[in-house]
């Protein structure tokens, strides 16, 4: 495997909020494939963040995708705006919407890809009927609200599972996971399968500039161990 075989998506609900365009154009000149940007509603997840607002500001930064994980209980409430303020892909969680397929296919329909995340305690079977609608299926390693949160390790017999459903329909679909990614979760992740890995703390927080965080753990992912 070689390391741009795998995506990396740097979230930048661990950047330095007073200067957020500069951070997310460190992460781009660092080797980063995507922007991961976290909305949360506060009622979804118990945390507040940001806005569509936001997502245009952080538009103007970069040429990155913006992937944009909809933390939030009612995403078809925001999805257009998203749309409008620059978004390329936008995952809602299974556990959401009463009507995730309705929800799902207005994102699609509205040009842009579409991804759906499943929490640690979500069965992948929940997600078997609206796979050949997905660009992107995401796999929580930890529960989502807050940054810096341990992995939870059995996420990667999840991931496993999703990867084999994904070979299975021989349809393109990306398998992203986020929580707790940094080295040394990074290479047993890819593994399992996942091909885009979201690092918030990782990257972010650390004692490390961006492009050598980043650097850390692509090369960690494929078995590399210069940095
Ligand atoms: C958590 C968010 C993550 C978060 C990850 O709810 O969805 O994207 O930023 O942070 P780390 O990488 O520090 O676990
Ligand atoms: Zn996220």
Redesign the pocket.
């Known amino acids: 495997m070689t390391s741009r075989s795998i995506k990396i998506a740097p979230?930048i609900?661990?950047a330095d909020f007073s200067r957020l365009g500069e951070q997310v154009r460190e992460a781009e000149h660092g080797g980063a494939d995507y922007i991961?940007v976290?909305i949360m509603d506060g009622h979804f997840?118990p945390s507040l963040t940001f806005g569509p607002q936001v997502v245009r500001s952080i538009r103007q930064w970069t040429r990155l995708p913006l992937d944009i994980?909809m933390?939030v209980s009612t995403p078809q409430q925001f999805t257009s705006e998203m749309v409008d303020a620059g978004a390329d892909l936008i995952t809602v969680h299974v556990e959401a919407p009463i009507h995730l397929h309705r929800v799902v296919n207005e994102i699609k329909s509205s040009g842009v890809r579409v991804g759906v995340a499943l929490n640690p305690a979500t069965p992948v079977l929940a997600i078997e009927d609206i796979l050949p609608d997905l660009d992107q299926v995401l796999i929580m390693s930890?529960n989502?609200?807050?940054?810096?949160?341990q992995f939870i390790e059995a996420s990667v017999a999840k991931i496993a599972k999703v990867k084999k459903m994904l070979d299975q329909t021989g349809l393109p679909i990306e398998l992203e996971v986020?929580?707790?990614?940094g080295p040394v979760t990074a290479k047993k992740v890819v593994e399992a399968g996942a091909q885009v890995l979201?690092?918030?703390?990782?990257v972010y927080d650390t004692n490390l500039d961006v492009a050598k965080a980043i650097t850390l753990i692509r090369n960690s992912a494929v078995g590399k161990s210069e940095s």
């Open positions: 979230s609900l661990s991961h976290d997840v994980h933390m930890v989502p609200g807050y940054a810096s949160q986020d929580g707790g990614i979201v690092a918030g703390s990782a």
